[in-house]
């Protein structure tokens, strides 16, 4: 069985935009209309897309979010992301439960800026045990794209990691839109947000006062494991632990469209920690015109690192998915 | 003969960071005090330091500018920034007349948040026509991590680029330190920086403008060359040309501190587009305790590839350097 932990709802039917917009333009207000999209709209909008991709790659099961770019959690204020987080987690969960064999739940959180991430637990909560989900996008700038609050390591963070932990949920750590004209979204903020994020871990202590809190980071870990030597020896500088260590907790994703990448990541990292992932259909939607095949057909990649042992292999593309996510292992016999 | 295209005065006598302190303190009144530092304290200075790991490692070379943390360009105003400058680059200029034969010198400019490069016109020229300088260091993001200003394509810079093609000096896309507590600086802030700004290349048509202009994106080029398949689907998608039409204009080094990054780095990019460097004696300092040798000792990790043949590896360690750096062609015998 091959589990895709990183996919998004980037094909909802486009009542929910409109919804979005209508909600963004009254921000400041409470907007208590229901989104209204039928059983067979959703299953359009995923037979003709994320569904077909996972028949046609062979993979089974995706871990499924809303989009990561649409949380942008800086529009109105932390009502605007209460209400857009319950109404857009909802529609996952329908989507969830119309192909229960195909796709598995993941929260986004209604973070806000200035606002503590104390504030998502009930939503997190309600996603988890009321609906089933098993993990949630944790935004480490819910500014998008300005960074104006604290790190992962913030004290203010732990309420959060708090519920995360006794739910048994990890976190993938998924920066949102950005509004920085420095930074385009999928091609800078995404990479920026997973090595800042990284970076943060490696600094703090976290992991002493969260043992079982797992994360994921995602888009192969943005420039970490490129760049291993070097976080390596800033670790080794600053008489911090060998950043090995962190690797009870933290997890990459195989979101690295290209095969060089994907190799580097798995020499690097290692196959306990990397979990199988396309981010379909997503950050980069082409077919490759050289190859013929699509970018984000990430499995291609890992099938030709031929020198990874069937174990390694099955851990990448299962195993691991169900160690890191233990509600997944439950759900997906 | 071996050109590293990328070390810092990291090791300035502590006269240099007294006075900028005494300068910051001061900032908003002009700060003239003259820098006392004597032509043996620099000749210890380097001595014991980036000269010596030359000599050790074997390369022949450096190209030497002001530390770039050190620039921070948020401090005080643009007059700060102007005095600081001139004060760090006449350094550089004594280090390497005094040196002429192991270090060859690389300015920064006096850019300030919202205030215009073309302001960092004349201490470029000056560096370059009084004293003979190579190449320059320009941050794009002078607020030290908000991000607050344009991106590089933005026709604000235009003056200095019209400056730097006149002049026929490069410059190294490099951030200075990080005031955002989410962006570690050397483990962070760096390389989300090179991401970036590559990311901001692809998006704009700079290079129409400006056909001979060159860039030279360090640390390997932060998360870009691991991440190529995604920038060239992000590039296809988005209907721009290729990210290989960027090769004539961009540049990587390969301050890449482990072997399957440097591989991978050359892999991909290829041996035109790759300037050997170290950061030597920069973001990571020690020995690492695993192997024993230095992390950035980036010569050992480029000698072991051992599928280089023996003209695109002179082009890593020289030829390409004397492209990119016409005035170094002509300095360097």
Not at 131 to 141: K, L
Not at 256 to 281: C, K, T
């Amino acid at each position: 069985m091959i589990i895709d932990v990183h996919g998004h709802y980037t094909t909802a039917p486009p009542q929910l935009a409109e919804w979005r917009r209508r909600q963004i333009a009254g921000a400041g207000s409470s907007f208590t209309e229901p989104l209204v999209i039928s059983d067979d709209e959703i299953r359009d909008s995923v037979g003709n897309g994320q569904l077909r991709f996972q028949q046609q790659r062979g993979t089974a099961l995706t871990l499924f979010s809303p989009t990561a770019g649409g949380m942008a959690h800086h529009y109105g204020d932390e009502r605007t992301s209460q209400e857009w987080s319950r109404t857009v987690n909802d529609l996952i969960n329908r989507v969830c439960r119309l192909f229960p064999e195909n796709f598995v739940a993941v929260c986004q959180l209604p973070q806000s800026p200035g606002v503590s991430p104390a504030n998502c637990v009930a939503e997190l909560r309600r996603c988890v045990e009321e609906y089933g989900f098993v993990g949630c996008n944790v935004n480490p700038d819910p500014s998008d794209g300005y960074w104006t609050g604290p790190p992962l390591t913030d004290r203010s963070w732990y309420p959060l990691y708090e519920a995360m932990v006794e739910l048994e949920v990890p976190g993938m750590i998924h920066v949102s839109m950005s509004c920085n004209p420095n930074f385009h979204g999928t091609g800078a903020h995404y990479l920026n947000g997973d090595t800042s994020a990284f970076m943060q871990l490696v600094l703090g202590d976290l992991f002493k006062d969260f043992p079982t809190l797992k994360f994921v980071i995602p888009h192969g870990g943005g420039a970490v494991p490129y760049h291993w030597g070097r976080y390596r020896g800033i670790a080794q500088d600053a008489g911090r632990p060998p950043i090995e260590t962190l690797l009870d907790n933290v997890f990459f994703d195989t979101c690295v469209y290209h095969y060089p990448g994907v190799r580097l990541l798995l020499e690097v990292v290692g196959a306990d920690n990397v979990l199988f992932a396309s981010e379909m259909i997503g950050a980069v939607k082409g077919v490759d015109a050289r190859s013929g095949h699509y970018f984000d057909d990430t499995k291609r990649y890992v099938d030709a690192i031929t020198e990874l042992s069937e174990s390694d292999r099955k851990k990448i593309y299962e195993d691991n998915a169900r160690r890191v996510y233990p509600r997944l292992a439950k759900l997906a016999k």
